[in-house]
C-alpha cells in the first residue's frame, strides 16, 4: 500500500500480487491491484482483477464504477452497460453511472436517451463538469444553442469537479500518505468533488510542509477567488511567480481569477504569458479566444 501511494506501481503490483496468493479470499487485495493496473494504463489486466474482486464482494460500488469505467476504455460497451444498468437499480443516485449511462446511449446514438441521461447525473450532482460538457454537446447538436451554452458555461467553471464516491479503501490508503506532495494531491481531489474550504486546508498543509511547493500556491490562486478572497488569491499569485517566474499554470490561474473581476485586459496580458510559457496550454488559448470572440475579434 505504501509502494502504491508513493508512485512505485510496479513494487506495488508485485506486493499486492503475493498478498492475493497467501489470502485469496480478500477482496482488499484484489481492488488494490486493479487500482494499480488502471492507473499504469493496464486496462485489460485492470479489468480481469476488477471482475475477479467483485466476484468477492459484488456489491462494493467504487470497484463497481471501476470496472465499467475500465470496459468503456477498451471499448467493451455491452459489458459496461450492463454493469452500468446493475448499479442504477441499486443506487439510482449514483450521478457517475447516470453520466456511464449517457456515454454508452450517445456511442449506440440514441440522442434522446443520452440527454436524459446526462442530465439526471447533472441533477443529482449539479457541478459535474464532465456531464454538463456531454450534455451541452448534444444540446448543441439538436440545435439547442441556448440549453447548449448554459452547460458549456457551467462546465467550463467545473471542469475538473466530480461526484465524490465513498470509498473506504482508498481512504486507508490515502491515509497513509503524509507528505506535502500528498496534502496537494488530497487538496485536487476535494476541490474535484466541490469541498473547496477542505481543497483551501489541504493546500495550505501542502505549504505548511513544504513553503516552495510552487503548485500549491498557484492552486490556491483558483480557490481562493472561488471563495471571494481576491487578496488572499493575489498574495499566492506573487508568492509562486517569486519562487518560480515560469510557470504557466500561475499566470492562467490569475488570468481566472482577473477575468471574475471583470479586469479583462489584465487577464489577457496574464493568459498571453501563460501560453508563452507553455505553447500546448490549451486552457489559456480556450481563454484567450473566447475573449477575442467578446471583443469582436473573429479571426
Known amino acids: 500500500m505504501l509502494l502504491a501511494v508513493y508512485e512505485r506501481q510496479e513494487a506495488a503490483v508485485a506486493c499486492y500480487q503475493r498478498a492475493h496468493l497467501l489470502e485469496p479470499a480478500s477482496f482488499r487485495w484484489l481492488y488494490y491491484l486493479g487500482l494499480v493496473?488502471?492507473?499504469?494504463?493496464?486496462?485489460?489486466?485492470?479489468?480481469?482483477?476488477?471482475?475477479?474482486?467483485?466476484?468477492?464482494?459484488?456489491?462494493?460500488?467504487?470497484?463497481?464504477?471501476?470496472?465499467?469505467?475500465?470496459?468503456?476504455?477498451?471499448?467493451?460497451?455491452?459489458?459496461?452497460?450492463?454493469?452500468?444498468e446493475e448499479i442504477l437499480k441499486k443506487h439510482p443516485e449514483s450521478a457517475e453511472a447516470w453520466y456511464g449511462m449517457g456515454r454508452?446511449?450517445?456511442?449506440?446514438?440514441?440522442?434522446?436517451?443520452?440527454?436524459?441521461?446526462?442530465?439526471?447525473?447533472?441533477?443529482?450532482?449539479?457541478?459535474?463538469?464532465a456531464a454538463h460538457y456531454a450534455l451541452g454537446l448534444?444540446?448543441?447538436?439538436?440545435?439547442?444553442?441556448d440549453e447548449s451554452q448554459q452547460h458549456l458555461k457551467t462546465y467550463s467553471e467545473n471542469k475538473t469537479v466530480v461526484p465524490?464516491?465513498?470509498?473506504?479503501?482508498?481512504?486507508?490508503?490515502?491515509?497513509?500518505?503524509?507528505?506535502?506532495?500528498?496534502?496537494?494531491?488530497?487538496?485536487?481531489?476535494l476541490e474535484q468533488v466541490g469541498r473547496i474550504e477542505d481543497a483551501i486546508a489541504a493546500h495550505e498543509k501542502a505549504l505548511e510542509l513544504d513553503p516552495q511547493l510552487v503548485q500549491a500556491h498557484a492552486n490556491l490562486i483558483i480557490l481562493y477567488g472561488k471563495t471571494k478572497q481576491p487578496e488572499k488569491a493575489e498574495e499566492?499569485?506573487?508568492?509562486?511567480?517569486?519562487?518560480?517566474?515560469?510557470?504557466?499554470?500561475?499566470?492562467?490561474?490569475?488570468?481566472?481569477?482577473?477575468?471574475?473581476?471583470?479586469?479583462?485586459?489584465?487577464a489577457e496580458v496574464a493568459f498571453q504569458k501563460a501560453v508563452e510559457i507553455n505553447p500546448f496550454h490549451s486552457d489559456a488559448y480556450h481563454n484567450l479566444g473566447f475573449m477575442r470572440e467578446q471583443q469582436g475579434q473573429l479571426e
Request: glycine fraction near 8%; aromatic fraction near 10%.
Open 37 to 84: 493496473q488502471a492507473t499504469q494504463g493496464r486496462r485489460e489486466a485492470a479489468a480481469a482483477t476488477l471482475r475477479a474482486a467483485l466476484q468477492v464482494d459484488a456489491d462494493y460500488l467504487p470497484a463497481q464504477l471501476k470496472l465499467a469505467e475500465t470496459l468503456l476504455a477498451v471499448g467493451k460497451w455491452e459489458e459496461g452497460s450492463g454493469i452500468y
Open 236 to 266: 499566492h499569485y506573487r508568492a509562486a511567480v517569486h519562487l518560480n517566474p515560469s510557470h504557466a499554470d500561475s499566470y492562467y490561474n490569475y488570468g481566472v481569477l482577473l477575468f471574475e473581476q471583470r479586469k479583462y485586459g489584465e
Open 104 to 129: 454508452i446511449l450517445a456511442a449506440r446514438g440514441d440522442v434522446t436517451a443520452a440527454v436524459e441521461s446526462y442530465r439526471k447525473a447533472c441533477e443529482l450532482f449539479p457541478p459535474y463538469g
Open 164 to 189: 465524490p464516491v465513498d470509498d473506504l479503501l482508498r481512504n486507508e490508503l490515502r491515509a497513509l500518505d503524509l507528505g506535502a506532495v500528498s496534502n496537494l494531491r488530497r487538496g485536487i481531489a
Open 138 to 145: 448534444l444540446y448543441r447538436k439538436l440545435g439547442k444553442s
